[in-house]
């Protein structure tokens, strides 16, 4: 097994031992654990970085000095989902001072690193001509942040119905310790607004490589129509949010409706549907 493999096999383990302590925190109220699975987290982060930068390496080692920036293809795309959840997570931790939110956030890394581990064929091989392109780079590493806050915001909203159902129940904000259904709310606001920006520059530097690729800006190809529809549901939410001052259960059910827009655009065009993106 190449080192880069098994750097990130040995990761994957990493996010789900935290994803298990934030949930044990969250379930009884433990702090220590808390605080133990912020810092398995970070580990786990650093892990996937190393294991990402171990992997581009390699790719000089083994082509004879030719490499690539590990991003081409759906293991690679899958380990980059993973670091880009951990580290948007991380600075949500660090910005709202709440551990509860690792709980929802946390296992979605595991689960792209995880998925990724199942791929059956990790080796690093020479890219095709469409894949020869740093605006392939720009385009992965933009959508993909997109991706990573659009899963952190599909979390939080899971969070805001379980806590304002809970609210509902109690009449107070105390429940599961999550935050206040306000503030979930905030949260879910934000980081769609964060996705939505990286998804339209994702979009924009896809649309220039597909210039340079196939020589036109646009094919309509499943991969491309399924991100338009994306983008137009985000949109909507943030219209909805801006102009007709949406708050709360409305904008949690778009929020997961439109992750798993996300998730049909990355996994379901890829088996069902073929066009110019079947390779990733």
């Given at each position: 097994?190449?080192?880069?493999?098994?750097?990130?096999?040995?990761?994957?383990?990493?996010?789900?031992?935290?994803?298990v302590?934030y949930?044990?925190?969250?379930?009884f109220?433990?702090?220590?654990a808390?605080r133990?699975?912020?810092?398995?987290?970070?580990i786990?982060?650093?892990?996937?970085?190393?294991?990402?930068?171990?992997?581009?390496?390699?790719?000089?080692q083994?082509?004879?000095?030719?490499?690539?920036?590990?991003?081409?293809?759906?293991?690679?795309?899958?380990?980059?989902?993973?670091?880009?959840?951990?580290?948007?997570?991380?600075?949500?931790?660090?910005?709202?001072?709440?551990?509860?939110?690792?709980?929802?956030?946390?296992?979605?890394?595991?689960?792209?690193?995880?998925?990724?581990?199942?791929?059956?064929?990790?080796?690093?091989?020479?890219?095709?001509?469409?894949?020869?392109?740093?605006?392939?780079?720009?385009?992965?590493?933009?959508?993909?942040?997109?991706?990573?806050?659009?899963?952190?915001?599909?979390?939080?909203?899971?969070?805001?119905?379980?806590?304002?159902?809970?609210?509902?129940r109690?009449?107070?904000?105390?429940?599961?310790?999550?935050?206040?259904?306000?503030?979930?709310?905030?949260?879910?606001?934000?980081?769609?607004m964060f996705?939505f920006?990286?998804?339209?520059?994702?979009?924009?530097?896809?649309?220039?490589?597909?210039?340079?690729?196939?020589?036109?800006?646009?094919?309509?190809?499943?991969?491309?129509?399924?991100?338009?529809?994306?983008?137009?549901?985000?949109?909507?939410?943030?219209?909805?949010?801006?102009?007709?001052?949406?708050?709360?259960?409305?904008?949690?059910?778009?929020?997961?409706?439109?992750?798993?827009?996300v998730?049909?655009?990355?996994?379901?065009?890829n088996?069902?549907?073929?066009?110019?993106?079947?390779?990733?």
């Open positions: 097994m190449p080192y880069n493999s098994l750097v990130l096999s040995i990761t994957t383990f990493i996010y789900g031992l935290a994803g302590l949930i044990f925190a969250w379930i109220r433990k702090p220590v808390g133990l699975a912020t810092w398995v987290t970070i786990a982060f650093v892990a996937n970085t190393f294991g990402i930068l171990l992997r581009w390496v390699e790719s000089y083994l082509h004879s000095g030719y490499g690539y920036a590990p991003l081409s293809n759906l293991y690679e795309s899958l380990v980059f989902f993973g670091w880009t959840i951990g580290a948007i997570y991380l600075w949500v931790e660090y910005r709202y001072q709440n551990k509860t939110i690792g709980a929802f956030a946390v296992p979605l890394a595991f689960l792209a690193m995880a998925y990724a581990s199942l791929s059956p064929d990790k080796s690093i091989q020479p890219l095709i001509p469409a894949l020869q392109s740093n605006w392939l780079i720009a385009h992965v590493i933009t959508c993909f942040l997109g991706y990573a806050a659009f899963a952190v915001a599909f979390a939080v909203s899971i969070m805001y119905l379980i806590k304002s159902g809970d609210e509902k109690t009449g107070t904000h105390a429940g599961l310790r999550m935050p206040a259904a306000t503030v979930l709310d905030d949260i879910t606001h934000k980081m769609v996705g920006l990286f998804l339209t520059v994702g979009i924009i530097t896809g649309a220039v490589w597909a210039k340079q690729a196939w020589t036109r800006y646009w094919s309509w190809d499943p991969k491309e129509t399924w991100s338009l529809i994306t983008w137009f549901i985000y949109a909507a939410l943030l219209h909805f949010r801006m102009m007709r001052g949406w708050r709360g259960k409305r904008i949690a059910v778009i929020s997961i409706i439109g992750f798993i827009a998730l049909f655009t990355y996994f379901g065009v088996f069902l549907l073929s066009g110019l993106h079947s390779y990733a």
